[in-house]
């Protein structure tokens, strides 16, 4: 069997479900999953569907094109179409930090994270031999204020050489540019060390000792040109105390970073993530 | 607009979603919400979903007719239809203690939980004047090893008097008889002060301290013969360590009770568990 | 047995810890709990202690005389000895929102909550019968713009009249005067229904539902002059998504909001809160 | 500075804080943490400090002859004196699975974990890749029916040559003998994946599918005779529904996995986990 995702939005209309689910059922295909979702405020509607046909009897093209001719224009459907088996090429952009850097090369050696990633990319040299260990090719782009243009496009160029199609940020602590989030919109998924949106920027664990808060958080979230504003794929918290130093904190930020990190990855690779109105919709 | 409320459950079969989905729509409906979940390895179909009618175009009886004369019949499917708007009666079976009392209490009070609660029942005096002091009639029906069989009778007498269509064991701390089950299942719902199946049957807090472990639970499930192994609604933990005595188990276990068994109710008015081999499908 | 509760502040210094547990010794005092913290950036040391002294031997007026008298003087030491059977006088403000008022009045009958309660005072009507169901006294003091100052001299003159010792803001959504913090300090207990820093002032959960969090909060903190930014007492979060409408952040919030604000209380009555440069030392 | 760990349990007697921490205090140490417990039930009294010494001005031998010739004697003292600056010899078992294995390797390159690891142990060949990747040495010692007497004679072996002090199941699927368990007495931990006392033995994940429960968790415990019985360290949880397969509970409980095994990790390295009863006492 081939399996398809197929995710849709479209202004909220009756007998829109009716319609979509009809329209697999007519070309033989088999919904194995089906949630959908309505913003009433805002009149939208949100359908994420996988379904199966038979091997070879609907390719992706055909089933494509017969949405476009049929109810996709008569409902004003934008819709994305995925082969539920292929596997996303994702980028590793890192810094210093290796905790979430081991964390996803882990859970993609034992197949948990069904990817490709061709490269891990830094401004720094110092998890080169990391990704070593893990066979990955390595390549070292240097930041500085002076170099930051050739910089990215060296970067642009390395993405675009090996097909890229996300970027993960896993704790790479540069600003990245509004030309490269341009050419990766709703695909630069960032981990910051902060339950946003509280404490954005830098430092946000010394922010939150200072504070004196209870509970610290991660948090990840599309990039987009406003700083730690993006639309929030998952967030998690862990409590604290009075007995918990800054550094502390940055330990058991560790943990959190990672699940959350690799949480919404997984989201994100599953294509179970709809952004909307600087939001988003997280499928079951 | 008439808001129902239709769960169903049915062999899966290709075409089910489409054809329930169409059914709706040549209807004039409006569905508003739908989930639905296929257990694959027992090939079961369930699904619930929301739909609007004009005023006045389409009973409840005009629906469940119209039903059964088209796909109930063709599908095999089970089904449920409520009118959103109906308030359940629902009882409440206490003991000695009162803090789940008061919290379903001050709910109802406040219009969170959309209930009647015709009266309350016990097998103690003690908690007659919480009764009072919220207005709800209060019948006593003690329980001796003598009178048991007679006193179920004068409960089932009580309960079909007043029409109640569920009943909430509230920390009632009694077994409850299979005729009492037989002619409610499904809808009892008890409060069990541990993280089921660990610690069953009387005195978990105990137990767990006894154990040594770090996490205390509770789980509101509905009640079958089989003390504490019913169909699980809603569980949920709490951390404790070795600081805490049996005392400390027993006042965060209250906290514990209350959220999870107000949560548990709410699913249940709201009709969002469907139950099959003993377990739950719980809706969003 | 009498049972006494000694927290202590002072600068951190060499065999402090064993100065102050000699001399409770040497009162022919048993500790029963001890519990201590140092900020070593701020080289400051805290200790929460729990002493027995055999009935009539050792009243908390002597205790008191014999740390002024030797090692309070001489160790630079800040404190405060409460009796442990002592009940505070805690007010209740509120204003129209019940679920907090319901969950500490049913705390309180229970006696889980050992404190008096001797009033409940709102700026606004619809709650009066809620404390005449529970018996406890309601004044209704209106507060308007012009009347603000009256307001807040009746406010005082209550409290006086009462010997209230501490007062918690049950969802007051009044701005509490300086006069009041200032003759309160560290003793009015208020509930933000965000997770602060996050969304402080008015609408926080529309404002987080704005955001498109994954997670919301509620925080219960001493009341400081600066708005929603004084130490933080207790914590805690739930997680939201998409299909949550900001009513349903407001229905989840309102059990966080009790449960965060009842934990708040039993810290602060169980003498477990100390605090300084804005932020709290929470003992176990 | 030397900085030692002092883990001390004894009855419960008046004055023995004052006593510990006035003998510190004579020698010149001065005390930067203490926490203590009393049993009260069963009159045992547990107590960790860490306390700093000029450094070369009293070793640990002669702070351990110190205790043994006055205080530990005379109010019958049971203690653990660590050097805080020692790296403890830590062996890993796995079979298998690799992913606790990953988390666990992660950590130590990373300086989070403060051990020495001498090698892999495992039955089976199949992760020898990893220990080779991260230049540590493997031992494939297997194990059938036939052999189990010999290759645990060749475990000890391999134990006592590296000079091991604790070992970690990472994993490991193999039943301990009694001899090893004897050997290291609560110094074998395991990781179970369920949260015991609920589901002990093989297949935890299917058992909590089969009986629908709404939160799966898993324990780090000591490893005794009787099997997951022993006491336990860490525990925690994750929600599932009815959404979720078998093969979802696997994949959440490896995140489950990796996060309870290092925090027993932490707390064991760190000489915060003390036994008695079956049971354990967390030093914060």
Redesign the interface.
């Known amino acids: 069997m081939s399996t398809y995702i197929l995710n849709i939005n479209c202004p909220d209309q009756?007998?829109i479900?009716?319609t979509v689910?009809?329209f697999?059922?007519q070309k033989s295909g088999?919904?194995?999953?089906?949630?959908?979702?309505?913003?009433r405020e805002n009149e939208l509607f949100f359908m994420r569907l996988e379904c199966e046909f038979m091997n070879g009897k609907f390719s992706k093209a055909q089933f494509s094109a017969a949405l476009d001719s049929s109810i996709a224009k008569q409902y004003n459907l934008e819709y994305d179409l995925y082969d539920k088996d292929y596997r996303p090429k994702m980028a590793l952009f890192v810094s210093k930090y290796?905790?979430c850097l081991?964390?996803i090369l882990?859970r993609y050696?034992?197949k948990?994270l069904a990817v490709d990633i061709p490269f891990i990319l830094s401004n720094h040299i110092d998890l080169a031999s990391i990704a070593e260990?893990?066979d990955i090719p390595f390549y070292h782009v240097p930041i500085t204020k002076e170099n930051k243009n050739k910089a990215e496009s060296r970067q642009l160029e390395i993405l675009k050489h090996h097909k890229v199609e996300c970027i993960v940020l896993a704790r790479y602590m540069q600003i990245i540019s509004p030309k490269l989030i341009k050419a990766f919109t709703n695909k630069i998924i960032n981990i910051h060390h902060s339950?946003?949106?509280?404490?954005p920027g830098a430092k946000p664990y010394h922010s939150a000792y200072e504070?004196?808060?209870?509970?610290i958080?991660a948090t990840s979230h599309y990039v987009t040109e406003e700083l730690d504003a993006g639309?929030?794929?998952?967030?998690?918290?862990t409590q604290v105390?009075?007995?918990h130093s800054i550094e502390d904190f940055i330990?058991k930020g560790?943990?959190l970073e990672r699940?959350v990190l690799?949480k919404a990855l997984q989201l994100h690779v599953n294509r179970k993530v709809l952004v909307y109105k600087?939001?988003?919709?997280?499928f079951?």
């Open positions: 009756k007998g479900i009716a689910t009809n697999i059922h088999n919904i194995v999953y089906i949630d959908q979702y309505v913003d290796d905790h081991y964390d882990a050696q034992s948990e260990r893990f339950f946003l949106p509280a404490f504070r004196g808060v209870k509970i958080g639309p929030i794929i998952e967030q998690n918290i105390s009075h007995l330990a560790r943990d699940i690799s600087n939001k988003t919709v997280i079951s």
